[in-house]
Structures are given as C-alpha cells and as structure tokens.
C-alpha cells in the first residue's frame, strides 16, 4: 500500500520544470497594480494625513486607508494590532489606531494601473507623525516609567502575559542538590527567510465573494480575520492558497490579506472589479513580517553525585515586540520546555511576554521550544561536566517514561520515547568512539591556514516538542472524501484545506486517503486549500498537520465507504476530527493537561573550531527522531535536513540587527543565511517508528523536532573542542574569537 512508502511529493514536477504558479507568478488580465505604504516610524502618533497629491498622480485609481476598515483590528490570537493607522480609522476598534508603534506598521493601499505609478503615489503621501519616545529592547521595557507600547490595556507596565510553573517543593530540593549550576542565555531573532516573498492577488469571484489568493497556512483562520476586519460574514470572504515557497509560521499571520480584500472591495463599490495584484520585494518582506522571538532566560539547576536532576529554577522574558501575533502560545511551548525532557520532581518557572517598539516576535519552526532546549539542553552539559558524567549517560538517568509526571503535575501522555532516541542517537553516532579515531571529521576544513590552532569537538542534545495545538486551544480539523465508480471505487478525491507550505502535506494526504481505502495511490486526487471547497483543517503549524489531517481523513474515508457500501454513487464522506481536549494551566501552580501528543528526538555533532580566526565548520550530524509512523520516508528525511539546516542559521551565520525599533540589514547581503558550502558536511537520518496511541497509523509530529536541538549540540562540540561554553548565539567568527580570547 502506500502509506511507508516513499511517494515522489504530487507538485514535484511542476515545481521543478517552473510550471507551479506562486502567488508572485499569477497575473490575471487587466490586473490592477497594488503598493503598501509602510509608517516607517517604530513609534509615532499620526497627526494628519493628505491623500489628494497620491490621487492625482497619473495611473492611481484609488487609495485604501483606516477610514475603509469597519474593525479596524486584527491578531491571530488577540486584537491588539490595526489594519491601518490612520486619524479616522478606529471605528468600532478596541485598538486605538493613530499611532505606529512598528516601523511596519501598515498606513495606506495605493492601487494604481502600474507599479511606476503606484511608487510614486506611495511616495506622494503627505503625512505628519508626531514621534514619541521609543522602548527598543528588553533592557528599556520595564524599568521605571518607561513609555507603555500599548497603554489601551490599563497596564502600569510593559509585561502583559506570564505563565507560572510550581511544581514540588524548592526549599528541600537545594538542600539535596550536590551540584548547582546557574547560567543566563540570550536567543536572537531569526528571519523566516523563505524563497518566495509575500504575494497576493483579490478579486469579485463569480459568486460574488471576495478572493484573496495568497501563501499562507490557515485557509479559514485568514478568512475569519478578513471577516472581522471588513465586518462581513465568512461566506462572502474566500481564500485561496496557490504553491506556496515556504512558510517556517511566518506565514500564519496577517501581511496582506486584509488589505487586499479592502482595497478590491472599495474599487467593487466603485463599480472596478478588475483584479489586483501585490508582490513584495525582499526587503519589504524582512521588515514587514514577524521574527522568532528575542529570548532571555537566567536559570539555575540542582543535581545529585548519581546524576539525578532535583530541582530546576527559570526566569524566562520574551520580546513580544509591538504587538502580540502568537506570543502567548509561543511563551506556552518554551514555559513547558524549559526544563527539558526530563523526571524533575521540583521545578519553578516564570514565564513573561513583554511588548517593545521592536518588530513583532511570532511563529517559527520549534514555537519557542528551540529558546527552551538551548537552556535546558546547555544547562544538562554543565551538570555532566561538573559531575564528570557522560552527557548521554546523564540524560538516561532523567529522561521521561511513560506515567512520570510533566512540569505540569499530570502524566505525561502515552508513547514517551526520548529514551529510546538518545540510545539511537549515541548508537549511531558511535558516541562511544573518541573524536580523534572517528572518520567524520575529516572533511571538515577551516579557512585558517594553520592547522595547529583547529580544534574539533563532539556536543549532545535532545529535546520534546508538542504535537497540536495546546493550552486549552480548541483543535479540529475536517476532511471531505468523494468516490466515484460502479461496482469498484475508480477514483477518489480528498478535499482538504490544509496548506502544503513544502513539507509535502498534500502528498501525504493523498497517500493516507489511499490507504484507507486501499486503493492505489494513483486512483486519489486532491483538492486543497480553498475555503470554497474544504471545511476547516486547522493551522499547518505545531507539528499538526500529518497527525490531525490524518485523523479526518481516516473518519471521512470511513464515512465515504458506508455510503458507498449503501448503494450510494457516486459517495462522499465528510468527517471533523476532534481530539482530545487541552487544558490551560492554572496561572499559579501551572497544573494542567496542556498537550495531547508529543514529538522527540536526539542529535549528535562533529565539528571543527579554528581558534585563530573563530570559523566553525560541522561536519557530521546525527538525528534519531521518533515519527510514530513515516508516512513517507523521503519526506521525512527531507524535513530533517531541512530543518538542521536552518537550524544551523540560526546557530552560527544568521544575525538580524535591530537597533531603535528599525531592522537595519532587511537584505540576504546582509543576513547571512548559509549557503550550500555553508551547511553541515553530513547528515544522518536515523528514523524510529513508535507509536502514537492517538496518531494516524500511529504517525506523530515531526517537522519542527530537527530544528530544536541543534544549537545545543554545537554549543556542547564546541565547549568539548574549546573548554568554553557560549551561552549566546549566532556564533559568528567575531563573537567566537572574542570569547576564546577572553577565556
């Protein structure tokens, strides 16, 4: 059958011959060409605003402002966050609107019969900003009177979210503890850096819905913020994803599909239903979306002579930047992990989301689990040195099993499975075998011309990740299947809205849906990712997508054979996948069911430091993931590389400078994301398959797992090459050879 099978992904052809349309690449006749102003004030009240000089430009047709926007608010998981700023924009919004406080905060739509056109009206918009005083970091947030991004909110502070973790009892874990080590870590931001920019088209559909065809990664969520935004009901608002080039959650906020839709349906009032169109150039797409969040965390860990972790103590602040996105949810995942995948009986964690005048912190690959597994992970190698254990042996001793109890006082749920990753791992990487004798180094080469000074180093890490939404968020997702034949089932079509973001999803869901009717694969077709034809599939994030979308599927497919098997022809069956529901913690103690499902893997890394210059070159990799079940294996494979190489970005060459609430490198000149002689020399994709009670085919989450434990490994190969531990990253030559020098 087809399910462990590897399928060659359904759009493969057309992607790689350049057939596949992106929204970049759709031109519809007569389109009409569409500009979004920036405010270019990271912290600014908007005194006035003259559109007249921008109308009169020859070739513009018209200019969308906040006075177009019914509720003028958006977010994602709060509305904190307006369409537009403007003077006359706030109408029924909770959100005052005549104040910037992003530099990409989003001030007008020119729509015009050429781009030329549209540029130079954009530039001929006449407003007048009165600056107020900026909170650019962390370090201005919260210090006495400092100036309050979002004052609305009736705080006398910057910190607007906080999570707790109180678990045990502290007093008498120190007490206990024979080895305490203490650290403080800084996390960067990331840029999602994906190979297609933001893009949109809209239009009148010929039922008379708005259309916005755009990349993104919840259809229906997209549809139900165009909805609230322009005050109309869901069915008049249609949203259409296209081939998408990538997303990493950077695409599960709002960036153009509100304004889209405002700008086609004030020219509709116009009686113009001529479509429009909107490309975003790279640097505009930098500044324009969120980030992976600014993480700081001090953090102290207590352990016993045997290697038993006792008590584990964090402080955990996260820059929201202007607005919230998915902060929260974000703050939730790395609040859980940060004392990692490990038995701990005491643990008190503070958690705290801070808003600044910085760009806003969102979704991305690991949703905060990659901050948390750089903490616990670091911290677990400082316990193994300093009671001279080995770091895998260590883990064993701490690793979660199934009924031990989470940070959240509640059993964890079943199919734990980090122990039998970190054996695969050090199995595989012959962790044993000294660096020196291994053959997986000798290819690592340094730009250095001496030898002598190039030191090499072998790190561990490991690390659990959630699978699905959680903390009380509702999940669901739905799946239509229709069958069509005589005596046997000739073809068979899946509608589903999830969104294929690259990671393969409707290949996999074309493979799932045949084996469940056990037909051959190439008997399935797929209609996806349109709320016209398709109910709500949930987000293709949180490591969801393969395990919900499999679960609707398997219940629609069930459906679609009982109507079947009663005479009907052709049969559809249609089915809504609810699982088990998650609970909020409790905002003090943090007990709680706040996950369903989990996701773990191991990694290993060889790497090689030259200690004049400060270059790092990795050469092998190791990753032991447990997937539950490998759909298909070659995407599996796939979205492991992928997601180390990414990781290693963020690790050692990606530095985003932000400075004043402005980003100052929006270019990939400027930010350096690896390149093809830049990535590890060697990755090992050691796949386990151990059930998930509740996964399709016992299949589980896997996507974000590889991306987590990256950084920590290199952290430790380089303390082992080095004798140094760097609690910050990207490692780039300069901050490397400032910190050996100062060791």
Known sequence: MTVGRTVIKEDAVAKVTGSARYPGDIILPNSLVV????????????????????????GVIDVVTAADIPMNEYGLTMFDQPVLIGVDGTGRSRVPSDVSRWEADQVAVVVAETEEAALAGANALDIVWDRLPIVADLSEADVPGAELVHPENGETTNTYYRYKIRKGDMQSAWSEADVIVEGSYSLPHQ?????????????????????????????????EQIAHALDLPPERVRVIYPPIG???????????????????????????????????????????????????????WGATNDGRIVAVEADAVVDAGAYNYTTNKVMANLHLTLAGPYNIENVHVDSRAVYTHSVPGGAFRGFGSPQAAFVAESQMNKIAEALAMDPVEIRKINALRDGDDSVTQRPMPEGVSIQQVIDACAEVSLWDTPIENSPTVTGIRTLGANPDVVKTGRGFACALKNVG????????????????????????????????VGQGAHTVFLQMTAEALGIPFERVSGTFSDTATSGDSGSSSASRMTFMAGNSIQGATEEALKAWNDGERPAIGHFRYVPPPTEYIDKDTGEGLPVIAYGYVAEAVDLAVDTETGHIRIGTVWCAIDVGRAINPGIVRGQVEGAIVQAHGYTLTERLRVQDGRILNPT????????????????????????????????????????????????????????????????????????????
């Open 191 to 223: 840029e999602h850096a994906y190979l297609q920019p933001e893009a949109a088209v809209s239009y009148i559909d010929d039922e008379g819905r708005v259309t916005v065809e755009i990349a993104g990664q919840w259809t229906h969520e997209d549809q």
């Open 469 to 500: 939404f959680s903390m009380g968020f509702p999940e669901r997702c739905e799946a239509t299947v229709l069958l069509e034949g005589d005596d046997e089932i000739d073809t068979a079509n899946i509608a589903h809205a999830g969104a294929d």
């Open 668 to 743: 990939l000149s400027g930010y350096l994301v690896p390149g093809a002689k830049d990535v590890p020399e060697r990755i090992v994709t050691e796949i386990l398959e151990i059930p998930d009670p509740l996964g399709p085919w016992g299949a589980r989450g896997m996507a974000e797992m590889p991306f987590i434990p990256y950084a920590p490994a290199v952290i430790a190969a380089l303390h082992d090459a080095t004798g140094v531990w760097f609690d910050e990253i990207p490692l780039t030559p300069d901050k490397v050879l400032e910190k050996l020098r100062q060791s």
């Open 35 to 58: 500009k979004v102003v920036f405010s270019n004030e990271p912290h600014a009240r908007m005194v006035s605003m003259d559109t007249s000089a921008t109308l009169a430009v020859e």
């Open 246 to 300: 990538g997303a990493f959650g950077g695409r599960e906020d709002m960036t153009l599909q509100i304004v889209m839709a405002a700008a086609t349906l004030k020219l509709h009032a116009r009686g113009i239903d001529l479509p429009l169109r909107c490309v975003w150039n790279r640097e505009e797409s930098i500044v324009g979306h969120h980030k992976r969040h600014r993480v700081e965390v001090t953090t102290r």
